[in-house]
């Protein structure tokens, strides 16, 4: 089930990519957060510009909506080269990828979103431009059928996943440089929403950035997002100025807490709480409750409640921790067992 949802990490709407756009710090300097994965990523772009080669392949992984798009962008804009965007599950023929890859120039950035999305055939494609700079094209068919081989430029391969433990091994294998994006902390997420602010125009005092940033869900996107609605309400309710009742009475309004939850995630937790006691219980079966996707879930509501430890994974499946039963006022059930958590 898809539904528009205020606190998702995904883009929501083109319109929404768009007005991103214009937020999306433009160089690693104005890049705020993510500290170790900028400082390695400098360096790395640093001594590929004073070698005046392409930047080796990329593999960005980690929740969405945490800037793994925004950072292509910049690895682009720092090598002065192109950047050519694309996804997984978009690239259906290997004709389609064969167009993107001949046009690309050296040091050329191709950023493939949703990388563990990609077509088996379209993967094995990539695997010789990745490694040798050349794909091996195959034109008619049967007893014409004959292969191509076209060399490429010397491109970099910037690629994106929520889920590193999905790619296959040979796909693993042929990036050289490994970053893992988390999620922002408070105080970061605070500087975004005053950076946006001053992109946007629009006033907004310290408290009222705080009150944004702890209901972003450790999430820029989120924090962007909730700052537009926040900048309508304070327009047509107020003086136009974010202050930290106006930033409170905005979000209230859009049913997000002051944890940053919504409803999915409390339907999520009163799930497992009042259907399955506390679990632990299979996301098939809450999914199922729920009448949502398992990669919704998973995807999109269970890392920040784990990262918040409101659940735990756990062999057996999802549990509801004490936080939940707190956040959601509800009486504690039992004392629990110590468990053993459960990665996958
Ligand atoms: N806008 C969105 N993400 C950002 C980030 N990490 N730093 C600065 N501005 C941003």
């Given at each position: 089930m898809s539904r528009e949802r205020l606190v998702s990490p995904e883009l929501i709407s083109k319109e929404e990519e768009t007005f991103n756009r214009t937020l999306r710090p433009p160089t690693l300097k104005e890049y705020i957060g993510q500290k170790r994965v900028v400082e390695k990523l400098s360096i790395a772009l640093e001594a590929a510009k004073k070698r005046g080669e392409a930047l080796e392949h990329i593999l960005f992984f980690g929740p969405p909506g945490l800037g793994k798009t925004t950072l292509a962008y910049i690895i682009a804009h720092a090598m002065e080269a192109k950047i050519t965007t694309t996804s997984g599950p978009a690239l259906e023929r290997t004709g389609d990828l064969m167009g993107i890859l001949t046009n690309l120039g050296e040091r050329d950035v191709l950023f493939i979103d949703e990388v563990h999305r990609l077509p088996a055939n379209i993967e094995e494609f990539l695997y010789p431009a990745m490694e040798d700079f050349k794909v091996d094209f195959v034109v008619d068919k049967g007893m014409f059928a004959?292969?191509?081989?076209?060399?490429?430029?010397?491109?970099?391969?910037?690629?994106?996943?929520?889920?590193?433990?999905?790619?296959?091994?040979?796909?693993?294998?042929?990036?050289?440089?490994?970053?893992?994006?988390?999620?922002?902390?408070?105080?970061?997420?605070?500087?975004?929403?005053?950076?946006?602010?001053?992109?946007?125009?629009?006033?907004?005092?310290?408290?009222?950035?705080?009150?944004?940033?702890?209901?972003?869900?450790?999430?820029?996107?989120?924090?962007?997002?909730?700052?537009?609605?926040?900048?309508?309400?304070?327009?047509?309710?107020?003086?136009?100025?974010?202050?930290?009742?106006?930033?409170?009475?905005?979000?209230?309004?859009?049913?997000?807490?002051?944890r940053g939850l919504d409803d999915l995630d409390r339907r999520f937790l009163n799930a497992i709480i009042g259907l399955y006691h506390g679990g632990p219980v299979g996301v098939e079966a809450l999914a199922a409750t729920l009448n949502e996707e398992v990669d919704t879930l998973v995807d999109m509501v269970e890392p920040f409640l784990l990262q918040q430890g409101f659940i735990s994974r756990t062999k057996s499946g999802r549990r509801a921790n004490e936080p939940a039963y707190g956040h959601l006022n509800l009486p504690s059930l039992r004392p629990r067992a110590a468990e053993l958590p459960f990665r996958d």
């Open positions: 004959k292969t191509i081989n076209v060399p490429l430029k010397k491109f970099t391969l910037v690629a994106a996943t929520t889920r590193a433990g999905s790619l296959s091994a040979p796909l693993r294998n042929r990036f050289g440089l490994f970053y893992h994006l988390d999620f922002y902390n408070a105080d970061e997420l605070k500087e975004i929403v005053l950076r946006s602010s001053r992109i946007l125009e629009t006033t907004i005092d310290d408290k009222g950035a705080e009150e944004i940033a702890r209901r972003a869900r450790g999430t820029p996107r989120i924090a962007n997002r909730l700052l537009r609605r926040v900048r309508d309400y304070a327009e047509v309710k107020g003086s136009g100025e974010i202050t930290a009742a106006v930033a409170e009475a905005a979000l209230k309004l859009e049913g997000v807490d002051e």
